[in-house]
């Protein structure tokens, strides 16, 4: 039986399922749904749903950006009302990052795109070994819960450095649609020892309002910009898009739901396990395959 968008009955069911999964797992962690999302739309859907379309690159991370904007509406929503976002750590990261990130989404379509893969692939990897040793041993838990996990302000110890790493995430963003979350839930766990429980809602909170300022960058690039402007070669398939997003409400609760539930340890080591396998399987696809 045919359904719109030309799914079966079991594609769909596959869709529906493998959106779902991807959604929970990314909100759980704070981490960019394009980690997940853009290698999946390049390699996996295509592959699993017939009837979805095979995309280039700058159409998965549009794509991967447009799905973001429901999973964490509803995630952060969620992460709000559990009291596990420092508002004044939100501000003072996305007034850099947001700025930062239109100005990179624009100059990701004169990138090449094995570059933007590579840097996709490599940044994974790089965080995944900074939280390694970051959180080896017991130390930062016994930081942490001293301070009992309640939100700190941390927008008034920003350093230049604190500033840096919020312009590199946003840049990140910008180009390829990852690292702010990851990156400030680095910074936060890592140089200011708030509880990865807090860290992951205000990370979520600075990702969202990333996401959505490259998201908007992107449409308006889509729709306004000159012919001669690389993205104008593709387009972006918004109406599976917007399938995945319905399916992303419901992850994204259940994503601030599992964080809730699940010990600080168990947390840093899922999120260093998908950093690094989607790195590494990301890079391996650019220069094997």
Do not use: W
Not at 130 to 140: I, N, Q, S, Y
């Amino acid at each position: 039986m045919a359904l719109p968008l030309g799914f079966s009955v079991l594609g769909l069911l596959t869709f529906l399922v493998l959106t779902f999964t991807i959604c929970t797992t990314v909100n759980t962690f704070a981490m960019e749904a394009a980690v997940l999302f853009v290698p999946a739309f390049l390699f996996v859907y295509p592959e699993l749903v017939p009837a979805f379309p095979d995309v280039p690159l700058q159409a998965a991370i549009g794509l991967a950006l447009f799905v973001e904007l429901f999973g964490y509406t509803s995630s952060v929503s969620a992460y709000y009302y559990r009291g596990h976002v420092d508002l004044d750590a939100a501000k003072a990261i996305l007034a850099i990052s947001v700025p930062v990130a239109v100005v990179t989404r624009a100059l990701s379509y004169f990138a090449p795109s094995a570059a933007l893969k590579v840097l996709f692939g490599g940044m994974l990897i790089g965080l995944s070994a900074v939280l390694f040793r970051a959180h080896d041993g017991d130390d930062h838990q016994k930081a942490v819960a001293a301070d009992g996990g309640t939100p700190i302000s941390t927008a008034s110890t920003f350093d230049r450095y604190d500033r840096l790493v919020a312009g590199v995430g946003g840049t990140m963003a910008g180009f390829v649609a990852i690292a702010i979350g990851e990156l400030t839930q680095t910074l936060l766990t890592v140089r200011k020892r708030v509880s990865v429980r807090l860290s992951t809602g205000t990370s979520a909170l600075v990702l969202h309002g990333t996401i959505v300022a490259a998201l908007v960058t992107n449409l308006l690039l889509l729709k306004y910009a000159p012919p001669s402007f690389s993205g104008h070669s593709f387009t972006v398939p918004f109406d599976f898009g917007l399938v995945a997003g319905m399916t992303c409400l419901v992850g994204g609760q259940a994503g601030a739901f599992i964080n809730s539930r699940v010990s600080e340890r168990t947390t840093i080591r899922a999120m260093m396990v998908v950093y690094s396998l989607v790195g590494a399987f990301v890079l391996f696809r650019v220069f094997f395959l």
